[in-house]
């Protein structure tokens, strides 16, 4: 885990960069889930507290932290994964333990105008 998900010192600075973003989008009808952040390394506290506060300013759309896992440990209210191969998102799928929806929250990466040639 990484220790400023744990760190007391800037917890208020990523549940300020969450629930601004919440109350500044909350009446937009596009916005269909919240993230929490990306590539922000485990949830820890922390972010554990942004959950909280996101889900207290909108508690009908639901919450999802890609840091968090997948499975009953995770406190968001969708599973995620980055970069998850078709064979992965089969067996998740599949496995009768994992009963959020999963949302594949990033597939591929690139940078400028590289991805000419995505194959699965």
Not at 59 to 78: C, L, M, T
Request: proline content about 5%; overall charge negative; aromatic content about 10%.
């Amino acid at each position: 885990m990484n220790e400023f998900n744990e760190e007391p010192s800037i917890k208020d600075a990523i549940i300020d960069r969450n629930v601004a973003n919440a109350e500044n989008f909350k009446n937009h009808p596009s916005v269909i889930i919240w993230s929490l952040g990306n590539e922000c390394g485990n949830g820890g506290t922390n972010f554990r507290a942004a959950l909280q506060a996101v889900q207290q300013i909108d508690p009908d759309r639901p919450v999802h932290y890609e840091g968090f896992g997948i499975g009953k440990e995770n406190p968001a209210d969708i599973d995620s994964r980055m970069y998850t191969g078709t064979g992965e998102v089969k067996q998740i799928a599949e496995n009768k333990d994992f009963t959020k929806p999963f949302y594949l929250c990033e597939y591929a990466h690139a940078m400028f105008n590289s991805m000419g040639s995505v194959v699965l």
